[in-house]
């Protein structure tokens, strides 16, 4: 199991000013925390809650139907282009950066075992989608798109250009190269698939877009590429199963929910800084920023009071982040917790040559790479202590399917826990959808009407 390690967010290590008594609060809010591990589990199977992602490691029949679609397209086509934004995009993102080999897309055939190469468009940034498609033979191309509500702005005119080459290019049999991740029975995008014929996987109801890298968002795009889904599946089983505990001393997720909580609200540090010691765990901060602003930025509690709060997230990667962020960690604004994620092996050793010898670098020779970067780590993270700034460390044995399963749904667990905390609804994205509404009316979508008259006075006005 993944291990956190909190001693350096603690008034021992770093003083009282900065740092928790995390012994006396883990018993001061045992009660809450117990009770609200117990109410998420049972909520979690109730309509309208949104917490149906919880069971999404259950969900037997979704991977079976998963691994016997990737069984029979394996070997017909070069790529994968997957289409989608926000949730839709970064788990995926994160789990095959952290699982497939490095540089997978300019590996040869043989390197990648005969496997497709593995593309994901999740901007509208029209340079960069020209650039991608000038290259990309679509003829050779499975495109996985991926939005639930199918009127996503910025994923369907994606899928639009795509869809126009594809058809050109293939005429009716395009189809065959298109799969959608849709809802179930509504959307835009379920009736275009029922009317064209795409073969559709779904994405279940109550689970939002940032909580649906292990449904069929996730898992399918995981297993065109031939990454082991039963290995990411056994990793939240087991985590999930070690998260159902409701005593804080034994439950990580509500040890950092906690943790995070009452720094921002007793210590004024409102800043959660994701460093993970792996650039195969790079995007893992990505997808970590998008989970904590959108479910614990809100303007209103559940009370309906006023309160504007929620944690600020930042990404970061260790080492190469030092040399950019740490000076200001260290010695400016002491308003930040830091999570440094440590990997305890790597999948390889690679040794410094002994040479150089009489120079100031002689040292390094004969250790290794692995050496050099956890030493970085942990140097890091000692550093920030002396400066008593807070900071916990994440440990993963190692970075495969199973560890990066736990990791993941460590922090969703983590972030229900701590919406609880805030008492907000972690599961909603008001801000978001304003901005949504605002797009759709300046685009010319109707009904929007009158939202763009307002619109046009108010881009007048500034």
């Given at each position: ?19 928790l ?24 199977d109730?309509p ?5 992602w919880?069971?999404?490691?259950y969900s ?6 998963v ?15 997957v289409?989608?934004i ?6 995926g ?7 497939l ?12 075992n005969?496997?497709?190469?593995l ?18 033979d679509?003829?050779k ?15 369907m005119?994606?899928?639009m ?10 005429g ?7 799969v ?17 014929g ?5 994405v279940?109801?109550?689970v ?6 292990f449904?069929a968002?996730g898992?399918?795009?995981f297993?065109?590429v ?5 290995e ?5 089983k087991d985590?999930?199963?070690a998260?159902k505990n409701?005593?804080i ?9 906690l ?18 010691y ?5 995007y ?20 309906g ?7 600020t ?8 982040d030092?040399?950019?962020q ?6 400016g ?5 830091i999570?440094?994620?440590?990997v ?7 040794e410094?040559p002994?040479?150089f ?46 560890n ?19 008492n907000v609804d ?7 959808e304003?901005a949504k509404?605002?797009t759709?009316?300046l685009?010319?979508r ?12 108010k881009m007048?006005?500034?």
């Amino acid at each position: 199991m993944i291990k956190l390690n909190y001693q350096n967010a603690d008034k021992s290590i770093i003083g009282e000013e900065n740092g928790l008594d995390i012994d006396a609060e883990f018993s001061n809010y045992k009660e809450q925390i117990a009770n609200i591990i117990g109410d998420l589990n049972k909520r979690k199977d109730k309509p309208g809650q949104w917490l149906q992602w919880m069971n999404l490691g259950y969900s037997e029949e979704t991977l079976w139907y998963v691994k016997e679609y990737a069984s029979m397209v394996e070997g017909r086509f070069e790529n994968i282009l997957v289409l989608g934004i926000g949730g839709s995009a970064l788990g995926g993102m994160a789990v095959t950066e952290a699982l497939l080999k490095p540089y997978w897309n300019y590996l040869s055939d043989e390197q990648r075992n005969g496997l497709p190469r593995l593309f994901f468009l999740d901007n509208i940034d029209p340079d960069t989608i020209t650039g991608l498609l000038s290259f990309l033979d679509l003829k050779k191309t499975l495109v996985n798109v991926i939005t639930k509500s199918g009127s996503t702005a910025e994923t369907m005119s994606q899928f639009m250009i795509v869809k126009n080459i594809l058809e050109q290019e293939l005429g009716a049999d395009y189809r065959y190269n298109v799969v959608a991740t849709t809802d179930k029975k509504t959307g835009i995008l379920r009736q275009i698939a029922e009317q064209e014929g795409y073969k559709t996987f779904v994405v279940p109801d109550d689970v939002g877009g940032r909580f649906s890298v292990f449904s069929a968002v996730g898992l399918l795009p995981f297993a065109l590429v031939g990454l082991d889904v039963d290995e990411i599946v056994n990793g939240i089983k087991d985590m999930d199963l070690a998260l159902k505990n409701t005593d804080i001393r034994e439950n990580i997720a509500a040890q950092n929910a906690l943790i995070h909580y009452l720094m921002d609200t007793k210590k004024g540090k409102n800043l959660s800084v994701m460093m993970p010691y792996s650039s195969k765990l790079k995007y893992v901060s990505d997808w970590y920023v998008q989970l904590w602003a959108e479910s614990l930025g809100k303007n209103k509690d559940k009370n309906g009071n006023d309160v504007h709060i929620g944690p600020t997230p930042i990404k970061a990667l260790g080492a190469t982040d030092q040399h950019s962020q740490i000076q200001l960690y260290n010695e400016g604004p002491n308003d930040k917790v830091i999570n440094f994620i440590r990997v305890g092996e790597f999948d390889n050793n690679l040794e410094i040559p002994p040479i150089f010898e009489y120079t100031g670098i002689g040292y390094l020779g004969g250790k290794t790479v692995n050496q050099l970067l956890n030493a970085e780590a942990d140097a890091t993270r000692v550093v920030l202590a002396d400066y008593q700034r807070p900071n916990v460390t994440i440990t993963l044995d190692r970075v495969d399917g199973y560890n990066v399963a736990q990791l993941l749904y460590m922090l969703e667990i983590q972030t229900a826990i701590a919406g609880e905390l805030y008492n907000v609804d972690a599961f909603n994205q008001p801000g978001v959808e304003q901005a949504k509404n605002y797009t759709y009316a300046l685009m010319g979508r109707k009904g929007y009407e009158e939202s763009a008259q307002v619109l046009k006075e108010k881009m007048a006005v500034s």
